[in-house]
């Protein structure tokens, strides 16, 4: 081989070198949100395409609705195994698997906004309380990349419900567990209806209330048609959506990438919590000017109905932490992060 030939041959050998290096690295991902609720869609049409813009092509970011690819409960197993590269899917959906993701995944009338929570996941120990479990659960196959709520939840009432005491008899559609423990302990009789169920559940007087989706979802999906009397903020649930992204892909990304994919989950979760907010904030605004839903009546509760609530959840917490060790450990995290920022004495 002459020289000519040696210099051709090393500099297609380099180019494929280069190609191979620079071959995009695909994270398709699964949610727990439904095809075309609001937050799915902003995510895929705001921050899905930034991912390879920050990343200059290198990652590419697929965002999924729930079901999809694999049963909700199934994501675990699906990131683990590689089928999926991560997912967006709600912790408490693996509750079964150990009763810390129950704690991670919602504290019950725990925190009051979203922001709060946010905070917790990133500099009250959260996320790193969440990596221990999933290093229990998968041997260490999965990285997470953070955590947090983007909505509180509403509560979707046909009675008015002013304060802690009303709730005593009131039937009300519950998940099972810690939420259905909080519920009964201040005197309301919690059942667990599928969440397809719920409008007839409703509208056939089986419940007075149900715990329900944003403010927005409840609206969209006929809620107030049928339930004159939501409670907006809600006083209960925030349900906890992690990022996470399977550990051999991690690892691929390298730090440049890793550190590309944890400044965009960041600025990805503010700023959607902030517009679904937003997107709350104005149709209740419609619906107590008396343009929206026709009888509606939006219920405040008063942060001393609140601070109730939080107390006799408080009780529940501290059992429910006892079931596993790492349950446990993320309670005793939420109550130092809580007492740091006054929302526990």
């Known amino acids: 081989m002459n020289f000519k ?21 695909v994270i398709k991902t699964q949610t ?3 095809a075309g609720q609001f937050t799915l869609v902003y995510l895929n049409e705001n921050w899905a395409p930034k991912v390879e813009q920050m990343t200059g092509g290198k990652v590419k970011l697929e965002i999924l609705p729930s079901q999809a690819v694999v049963p909700h409960r199934e994501v675990i197993n699906a990131v683990s195994a590689g089928i999926l590269q991560g997912d967006f899917n709600a912790v408490a959906y ?44 998968t041997g260490g196959k ?36 810690m939420a259905a423990a909080v519920f009964k302990a201040v005197g309301a009789s919690p059942t667990a209806i599928p969440w397809p169920e719920t409008y007839t559940a409703v509208e056939k ?32 649930s925030m349900a906890v959506i992690e990022f996470t992204v399977n550990k051999a892909v991690w690892d691929k990304l390298g730090p440049q990438g890793q550190a590309a994919l944890e400044t965009w989950y960041y600025a990805a ?52 932490a006892k079931q596993s060790p790492l349950a446990q450990e993320a309670y005793d995290k939420h109550i130092e992060f809580m007492k740091t920022y006054g929302l526990l004495n």
């Not at 046909?158 to 567990?177: A, F, Q």
């Not at 007087?205 to 403010?215: E, K, M, W």
């Open 32 to 34: 727990a949100m439904a």
């Open 142 to 177: 999965i990285h997470v990349v953070g955590c947090g709520p983007f909505s509180k939840e509403g509560l979707i009432s046909s009675k008015p419900l002013r304060g802690v005491d009303d709730l005593k008899g009131i039937k009300i559609r519950s998940p099972e567990g």
């Open 94 to 137: 693996y509750a079964g698997k150990d009763p810390a993701f129950g704690m991670m995944g919602d504290l019950i009338a725990g925190y009051d906004n979203v922001e709060q929570f946010q905070m917790f996941c990133r500099f009250g120990g959260g996320r790193e309380v969440l990596q221990k479990i999933y290093d229990k659960i």
């Open 205 to 236: 007087g089986i419940v007075d209330a149900a715990d329900g989706s944003s403010y927005t979802n409840n609206s969209s999906l006929g809620f107030h048609k049928i339930a004159k009397y939501p409670l907006f903020p809600g006083i209960h």
């Open 269 to 320: 979760w503010t700023d959607m919590s902030r517009a679904s907010d937003i997107e709350d904030r104005k149709q209740a605004a419609l619906d107590r000017s008396g343009k929206g839903d026709p009888g509606v009546e939006v219920i405040d509760w008063s942060q001393t109905e609140r601070d109730k609530f939080r107390a006799a959840a408080a009780k529940v917490w501290a059992d429910y």
């Open 5 to 25: 030939s040696t210099v051709f041959a090393a500099a297609i050998g380099t180019a494929l070198v280069a190609g191979a290096t620079q071959a995009q690295t």
